[in-house]
């Protein structure tokens, strides 16, 4: 324990004991409840996570932080905060992540201004790095702000897994809901498309740009100009040298297959272990190095030269340029005025007329020229997409309402044993047990059929020796078993996974599911 503790002295109202934790100061609050500095016989220092009264009477809002729960389970990475316990059974619930010392990105940049060059290239590589393992786990994080990066003596740190959403879950928003802050999301969470890894790619780039000048790429202020400005207006990259402006411009593409993924970006960020002074010279091998981060298809359009005007003159070497290519030694010699030859005038090549362009009729008999077709096209696309805002302005009203009744009073209470409950089952755990000996029960999805509850996912033998054995899953709604379902895994080699199908006798019931895997 520091001899001071950190953060702010508690007040009154605060508990000063939750479960085996004892809290010292407060750290923080939002919506979804209060963030603590706490400590136990077994940890000395933790960010404890006490989540507000009643909150999760709300299924979907407990499903939310079981999915944080097991997000943050699988994740291990030295730029994402480690997870240690939780209990989401307990009054009030709460969870136990690592603390984290140091200010936020938001912080520091709105006490000190824009990160130095270094710290630039250090908090660029250690956020590349957190998402192409959120990528490899197939999760998207949905909510990378500048508020959500501790920047640690260790280097900078991912937190808040709150709104995190595995590639196979169920989705738990209603259709249409937004989530994440509206200055760092997407243009596709703007206009309510699909949302996948390259949603964090184009927020991350947001971020880094913000972290360079200090303001938002895509401007502040009202949530709807925010993310209208995100779905159709270029990013404010002014005052980022080249070479990183060309990486953060191929980011923040509109198009999310334009966009490269997280570890072509930590690949391409690791060229670089400093910064970029931004020269004439750095600004065509920044451009040509990030065409690498292109699928096929489309790098050999973005390497295309662009129209030619006048010729620039080619930078002098120096120690302030190190990425600059040096000049080619059957490169043509600098020629004096009275050396170079007379300019021959070059041969006038008429291109052939285009075919004139046909005016379109409308159903009306109008007739229409082409730039006012697509000048109407434009505006029944900002049309569209001013509907989409003002539909995500109305659920988000909606959901502040929601939550605010929330506070007035909820109808808490637990559940006990039911009378279709198991007499064999285990107790209830107070969260998913994934674990049973060497055998993890890596990622699965429950499945409501007609026969009644199935689980299909992945099992992983994490011990020594190629094993066999017979896995059942036991699931729970509150402390009411809802029965087992179970499967036979045969020689399974150390360290392999293989995929699982579970049928039995559980049945579905509505409400936040807990599972406990059993082997033997």
């Not at 980022?240 to 997280?262: T, V, Y």
Request: with cysteine; net charge neutral; proline share 10%.
């Amino acid at each position: 324990m520091p001899e001071v503790p950190v953060g702010d002295a508690l007040s009154m109202h605060d508990p000063r004991q939750v479960g085996p934790w004892t809290i010292h100061s407060r750290l923080g609050a939002g919506g979804m409840g209060v963030v603590f500095y706490a400590s136990s016989p077994t940890w000395q220092g933790v960010a404890l996570k006490v989540i507000r009264p009643g909150l999760l009477d709300a299924p979907a809002t407990r499903d939310r932080f079981r999915r944080e729960v097991a997000v943050l389970r699988s994740l291990h990475d030295e730029h994402i905060c480690e997870f240690l316990a939780a209990d989401l059974e307990s009054e009030p619930a709460w969870l136990a992540l690592e603390y984290v010392s140091g200010p936020t990105l938001r912080d520091e940049v709105t006490e000190n201004g824009p990160l130095s060059d270094d710290d630039w290239w250090r908090l660029a590589r250690g956020m590349a790095q957190a998402l192409a393992v959120l990528d490899q786990h197939r999760i998207t994080h949905r909510d990378l702000k500048p508020g959500n990066i501790i920047l640690s003596p260790t280097g900078p740190q991912l937190i808040d897994f709150g709104i995190a959403h595995p590639e196979d879950a169920t989705s738990l928003t209603a259709t249409g809901l937004v989530t994440g802050s509206p200055a760092w999301l997407s243009p596709e969470q703007a206009t309510l498309d699909p949302i996948g890894p390259s949603s964090d790619i184009f927020a991350l780039g947001s971020l880094l740009a913000y972290s360079a000048t200090g303001r938002p790429p895509f401007g502040e202020g009202a949530s709807v100009a925010v993310l209208m400005s995100i779905a159709t207006r270029e990013p404010d990259l002014d005052g980022i040298d080249p070479n990183r402006s060309a990486l953060l411009r191929r980011m923040l593409a509109k198009d999310p297959i334009r966009r490269p993924s997280a570890r072509q970006v930590l690949d391409r960020l690791r060229e670089h272990p400093t910064g970029s002074t931004g020269s004439d010279a750095t600004r065509a091998e920044g451009t040509q190095a990030t065409t690498a981060l292109l699928p096929p298809s489309l790098a050999s359009a973005a390497a295309q030269p662009l129209p030619a005007s006048t010729p620039p003159a080619a930078p002098a070497p120096s120690a302030a340029a190190p990425y600059a290519a040096a000049p080619s030694p059957s490169a043509p010699t600098q020629q004096t005025p009275a050396q170079l030859p007379t300019a021959q005038p070059a041969p006038v090549t008429r291109a052939p007329a285009a075919p004139p362009v046909r005016p379109r009729t409308t159903a009306s008999g109008r007739v229409v020229g082409p730039r006012a077709a697509a000048a109407a096209r434009r505006r029944q696309r900002r049309r569209r997409l001013l509907l989409a805002l003002l539909a995500i302005l109305a659920m988000i009203v909606a959901g502040w309402i929601a939550l605010q009744a929330l506070d007035v009073g909820s109808t808490g209470g637990g559940s006990s044993n039911g009378a279709g409950a198991s007499s064999d089952a285990p107790p209830a755990p107070g969260s998913d047990q994934l674990r049973d000996g060497p055998w993890l029960l890596e990622r699965y999805q429950l499945n409501n059929t007609a026969s009644g509850l199935t689980i299909t996912g992945t099992v992983r033998n994490t011990g020594g020796a190629t094993a066999s054995a017979d896995l059942t899953t036991w699931v729970y709604v509150g402390q009411e078993s809802l029965g087992s379902v179970s499967t036979t895994v045969t020689d399974v080699p150390a360290g392999d996974a293989v995929q699982v199908d579970m049928s039995g006798d559980a049945g579905w019931k509505p409400g936040a599911k807990v599972v406990l895997l059993q082997a033997s």
